[in-house]
T-cell receptor, first 112, second 115 residues
Framework: KAGVTQTPRYLIKTRGQQVTLSCSPI?????VSWYQQTPGQGLQFLFE???????NKGNFPGRFSGRQFSNSRSEMNVSTLELGDSALYLC???????????FGSGTQLSVL | AQSVSQHNHHVILSEAASLELGCNYS??????LFWYVQYPGQHLQLLLK??????LVKGIKGFEAEFIKSKFSFNLRKPSVQWSDTAEYFC?????????????FGTGTRLTVIP
């Protein structure tokens, strides 16, 4: 089985721009979660989608949004980028069992 | 709100030494507990998990962890480390009753094993 695929691998943006990141889960996985990883804050939960519905949301501003398509692929969008949004964004998919996450390699976002 | 503390930021051991990485969490209800590992150049992967039952859980590569409810702890152990165990280790928790995938992670412990 192919793993979780995230594109692009690297992104460089400037403040004020917006960005869209993509995630393709493992085939058959209906849950997709997004995490932000930074050296200072570690891994922080952004949101989780299950069957195209947002099931949980972390404590991030409304500039961070996401969606899930009928094929379980997911996108997350960050609008009006700030310098502090520079981070590794990780996507994880999961089968039915809660918490057993399969992570992708992440998208490294740099905001200049 | 849930939170996780990993007290050791960087641990350096020689091969064959024993390992114990600390993890404490704060949450008043039922929890699911996890250890994830990230080897150099690879993505995060599940090492072991505790949902219920026997508080001593065994994972891959000889790792085990013990859930001590009274201490809110879930420490990771291995009796004899190998050079290939060099990696970053993350403890995580989520509310057991929700069935959701919003994990709270600790800040990680970097383990360096010297041959």
């Amino acid at each position: 089985k192919a793993g979780v695929t995230q594109t692009p691998r690297y992104l460089i943006k400037t403040r004020g721009q917006q960005v869209t990141l993509s995630c393709s889960p493992i085939s058959g996985h209906r849950s997709v979660s997004w995490y932000q990883q930074t050296p200072g804050q570690g891994l922080q939960f952004l949101f989780e989608y299950f069957s195209e519905t947002q099931r949980n949301k972390g404590n991030f501003p409304g500039r961070f949004s996401g969606r899930q398509f009928s094929n379980s692929r997911s996108e997350m969008n960050v609008s009006t980028l700030e310098l502090g949004d520079s981070a590794l964004y990780l996507c994880a998919s999961s089968p039915r069992q809660a918490g057993k996450l399969f992570f992708g390699s992440g998208t490294q976002l740099s905001v200049l | 709100a849930q939170s996780v503390s990993q007290h050791n930021h960087h641990v350096i051991l020689s091969e064959a030494a024993s390992l114990e990485l600390g993890c404490n969490y704060s949450y008043g209800g039922t929890v699911n507990l996890f250890w994830y590992v990230q080897y150099p150049g690879q993505h995060l992967q599940l090492l072991l998990k505790y949902f219920s039952g026997d508080p001593l859980v065994k994972g891959i590569k000889g790792f085990e962890a013990e859930f001590i409810k009274s201490k809110f702890s879930f420490n990771l152990r291995k009796p004899s480390v190998q050079w290939s165990d060099t990696a970053e280790y993350f403890c995580a928790v989520n509310a057991g009753e929700t069935g959701a995938n919003n994990l709270f992670f600790g800040t990680g412990t970097r383990l360096t094993v010297i041959p």
